[in-house]
């Protein structure tokens, strides 16, 4: 009863703002939470449990404290850790955390003529004033410095909730409260903004997103409904913005959506049904595709750890009529079932970790599409994923990869970079060396059928190949670039472990003697192999076109002509099904094929036989001797490209890129565009080879450089037409036109067909 006195003693010294708030918490305050220390709607309370009786500390005008204490308390508001980690049951939120500005002006009671108070601010601080002031007051100094969280407004605070540290004679008083912040999701209490919006990203990056208040969720009015390949999803406002919602949705990312769809597509004609996992769901946008397009050829998960996600994701799945099968542990869980009509139409949503669930299920489809790196989820993905199956990756740490932050690269991956001109196909390959790293320690290879980077992201698509034999070969492909920071020549160190006595002889290019100093770098350890599966591609096309995908079309074929190094001209449009077999990585795979009257499919070294689609006539398991054929080095597209303006001359005009791939062409070169750079050339030409045939066929450019003054063109011809019967192969070496009139060599490069005239001087 002392002890409750004494509450009462102290409670009627406070202002009335701290009685009222006071009054609240009292009656908010169970015996549950009477054992850690609590921050609860602005006041600390210091609860212990002695005979039912509350010990209230209570903060006075004038109360000297020890300095024990406050160094305690001080720890505490640094640290963020004034949580209230006992309480379960939801309370009411604190008066300075609203929705909108007219909600704060409501509990001002604004009327015209008549003061009012600052409902966030003491008396001794803000004193009451007309309507007007106090509508300015509270628009430019508490709502414009709030912190904005899931459509709420955390305002900044002068309340006495919390004290401030003592100033240098050992005092505090009521008017010295700081300002502050309260937590919507665990009630603590941050002084500074930075601060409190460092203290929600933890929140949020834990997985800490429900508040533990009484709130008011989102009217459903508020979403927004998107559509995409004929699937309708619901998405919260900001959903392009990560850092503002829960369920994040890129409409920029439709092109890798679709991308890996038609990967998902050929692996259904190969197998059916296949189960295919969405690990990081979000809005379940991507799922929702692969059912409903899909259908019975795919068992379709979708994950999220995440509350608000797999709500927001059952939710599109009754909207798109589709049943849901609800499983939030590591067991079954229940069935909720939507409006569907069949029962291939089922979508099982979990709520795991995407290692666990990895862990946990077998798959034949992985996707991983995390925020940022995907390398903490690559070993759990290849643990259980079935023989043959497909693992896709997209990362979108560009920055890292791109060698933006070449230290964060080098923590993540393991990799040394620098940015270099093919900067693009260098973040593909440091990625696939990553994968097959994660692969070979799980005793499988990888082929890689698909590689893209582009502007925000870098998409993977590999193969699963069982067994030690095959980790062994991929595990070879990782290797070391040397690259040389001069000319830009490149090539992949030599197989062996024997120290090199000079590195540099093994570049092409003769820099490090022409040059002083060191002139070359090692880059990776990066991917040497093929990026691109010519076979594979080609189906993935054919699906692109069965399904009206026709953003992916143009990047298919472009994909397909780097694959086979040839122009977009030399590109045939048959069916990648016309052939009874379908050769990957050395391994036969089933394709249908329905007008052939039998075919023969080899699935590593076993050959069946099989009468027409569907329809078995017999069935011969011959056992092969080899089991895997090793496809030819020699049908590899070249690594890396060269970026034509990268390798200009100055005061020379190149050809056009096209033109110049012809001119490759006909030299014997393999040659290509490549879908990493708009203006980059993919050629086995070595690059002393690719600066001649660039500089053959450049033209001056007609408005300087020469010794005495400007070459005159005559009328009625044109620049381009210097280079018109080059396709023809007409065109000769060059020659050096002189003028023996008026003893000036004119010094720039002509062909033979182009007919020179100078001005009479």
């Known amino acids: 009863m002392a002890a409750e006195e004494a509450a009462e003693a102290s409670l009627a010294q406070l202002s009335p703002e701290g009685r009222q708030l006071r009054r609240e918490d009292d009656h908010e305050e169970t015996p549950e939470d009477c054992g850690e220390t609590a921050a609860l709607n602005g006041v600390v309370v210091s609860g212990k449990m002695k005979n039912n009786n509350l010990d209230v500390k209570v903060t006075e005008p004038g109360l000297e404290t020890e300095e024990k204490g406050m160094e305690e308390e001080s ?90 540290k ?54 459903k009015s508020s979403r927004e409904v998107v559509k995409e390949s004929a699937t309708d999803v619901q998405v919260l406002p900001n959903y392009s913005t990560p850092q503002k919602t829960d369920s994040y949705f890129n409409p920029k990312m439709k092109l890798n959506r679709q991308l890996i769809f038609c990967a998902l597509a050929v692996l259904a004609e190969e197998r059916k049904p296949i189960e295919c996992l969405d690990a990081f769901g979000a809005t379940g946008i991507m799922g929702l595709q692969w059912a409903k397009h899909l259908r019975t050829s795919v068992k379709v998960t979708i994950n999220d750890c995440n509350e608000n996600s797999v709500t927001m994701i059952q939710e599109n799945c009754h909207l798109n009529k589709m049943k849901v099968k609800l499983n939030t542990k590591e067991e079954d869980g229940d069935e909720a079932m939507g409006d569907g009509e069949e029962n291939a139409d089922t979508i099982e949503v979990t709520r795991m970790d995407a290692n666990v669930i990895m862990h946990l299920r077998s798959f034949d489809f992985i996707h991983l ?272 490209y060269y970026n034509i303006h990268r390798h200009s001359i100055k005061g020379m005009n190149m050809p056009k890129l096209n033109k110049f791939l012809n001119y490759l062409s006909e030299a014997g070169y393999r040659v290509s565009r490549t879908h990493f750079d708009p203006m980059g050339v993919r050629t086995n030409a070595p690059l002393a080879q690719f600066k001649t045939v660039l500089m053959k066929y450049s033209t001056p450019t007609y408005t300087g450089g020469q010794a005495e003054g400007p070459v005159h063109l005559p009328e009625g011809v044109l620049a381009g037409e210097q280079i018109q019967a080059a396709p023809d192969g007409k065109e000769e070496d060059a020659e050096f036109l002189e003028d023996d009139e008026s003893g000036v060599a004119t010094d720039y490069v002509v062909t033979a067909d182009y007919t020179t005239h100078r001005a009479a001087e």
């Not at 005092?171 to 929600?200: E, L, N, P, V």
């Open 75 to 164: 720890a505490r508001e640094s640290d963020s850790s004034i949580l209230d980690v006992s309480s379960d049951y939801p309370r009411e939120k604190h008066i300075s955390i609203q929705r909108h500005l007219v909600d704060l002006e409501k509990l001002a009671d604004l009327k015209e003529d008549e003061k009012k108070p600052c409902p966030l601010c003491p008396e001794e601080k803000f004193r009451a004033c007309y309507s007007h002031k106090l509508h300015r007051h509270l628009q430019n100094l508490h709502w414009k410095v709030s912190v904005e969280f899931e459509g709420y407004r955390m305002c900044i605070c002068h309340l006495p909730c919390r004290p401030v």
């Open 166 to 219: 003592p100033n240098v004679a050992g005092d505090q008083t009521s008017s010295k409260m700081g300002a502050h912040y309260h937590c919507i999701i665990c009630s603590a209490t941050i002084t500074r903004r930075t601060d409190m919006i460092g203290h929600i990203n933890r929140h949020v990056n834990k997985g800490e997103t429900e508040s533990r208040f009484i709130t008011v969720p989102a009217p």
């Open 369 to 640: 599409d995390p925020f940022g790196t995907s390398v903490n989820y690559l070993d759990s993905a290849f643990r259980n994923v079935r023989n043959l199956g497909i693992v896709s990756l997209t990362s979108t740490d560009v920055s890292s990869l791109y060698a933006k932050a070449q230290h964060i690269a080098l923590r993540h991956y393991g990799c040394n970079i620098v940015r270099t001109e093919y900067y693009k196909e260098l973040a593909a390959r440091i990625v696939i060396a990553a994968v097959t790293r994660a692969a070979a320690r799980c005793n499988k290879g990888v082929d890689v059928l698909l590689a893209v980077a582009l502007e925000h992201f870098v998409l993977v698509v590999v193969r699963v190949l069982r067994g030690p034999t095959p980790a062994d070969d991929s595990a070879k492909k990782i290797r070391y670039l040397i690259h040389c920071q001069w000319c830009e020549e490149r090539i992949f160190q030599k197989e062996g472990n024997m120290v090199e006595e000079n590195p540099y002889q093994q570049l092409p290019c003769d820099c490090h003697g022409s040059m002083p100093g060191k002139t070359a770098v090692v880059l990776g350890p990066l991917w040497s192999g093929a990026l691109f599966n010519t076979g594979f591609l080609r189906r993935m096309l054919f699906e692109a076109a069965q399904y009206g995908l026709d953003e992916a079309q143009p990047l298919l074929k472009t994909l397909v002509c780097e694959a086979e190094c040839t122009t977009l001209k030399h590109f045939t449009t048959h069916s990648p099904y016309d052939e009874n077999k379908q050769e990957e990585c050395g391994v036969y795979i089933k394709t249908p094929n329905a007008s052939a009257e039998s075919s023969l499919v080899h699935d590593t070294g076993v050959t069946r036989i099989f009468c027409g689609p569907g329809k078995r006539k017999s069935e011969e398991v011959i056992r092969t001797t080899p089991k895997r054929q090793k496809p030819e080095s020699s049908a590899e597209h070249p690594a890396f």
